[in-house]
């Protein structure tokens, strides 16, 4: 199963969902990863070092820095990984409303991390996508 490309069908059908946690980013060295005992969200291994999503709980009990708090909504559309212009026209309208978004596309959804204080109004505009023609 490849997921949906079509982009009207795409924006129909995302029924964007907001995860009831705090979410950080947080980057640590190799070793320093090698030493924890968490399950991040999500690791991303740059070369500068590793990229961490975690629960801000995750990271203040792990003693790990971060900059930012931000709200996890989930697009719940299955979303084919060749899709085109579908992410491009959430973040054009999320920019619209000075809304930054940090992106995590995975085989299923797209998950986008927005900050805390403006996940309500995120998650209205991405609703109101999913009611045009």
Request: aromatic share 10%; proline share 2%; charged share 20%.
């Amino acid at each position: 199963m490849v997921g949906i490309s079509n982009l009207k069908i795409l924006l129909k059908q995302m029924k964007p969902k907001i995860v009831n946690e705090e979410f950080v980013f947080c980057t640590i060295s190799r070793t320093r990863f090698s030493e924890l005992k968490i399950s991040p969200l999500m690791m991303f291994s740059e070369e500068e070092g590793i990229t961490l999503i975690v629960k801000r709980k995750i990271a203040e009990n792990n003693s790990l820095s971060y900059f930012g708090v931000w709200a996890w909504i989930i697009l719940t559309v299955h979303s084919n990984l060749s899709a085109i212009g579908f992410l491009s026209v959430i973040t054009d309208t999320l920019a619209k409303s000075k809304i930054s978004v940090n992106i995590v596309s995975a085989y299923y959804h797209d998950h986008l991390f927005v900050p805390i204080d403006k996940s309500d109004q995120a998650l209205e505009l991405l609703k109101g996508l999913t009611t045009m023609e």
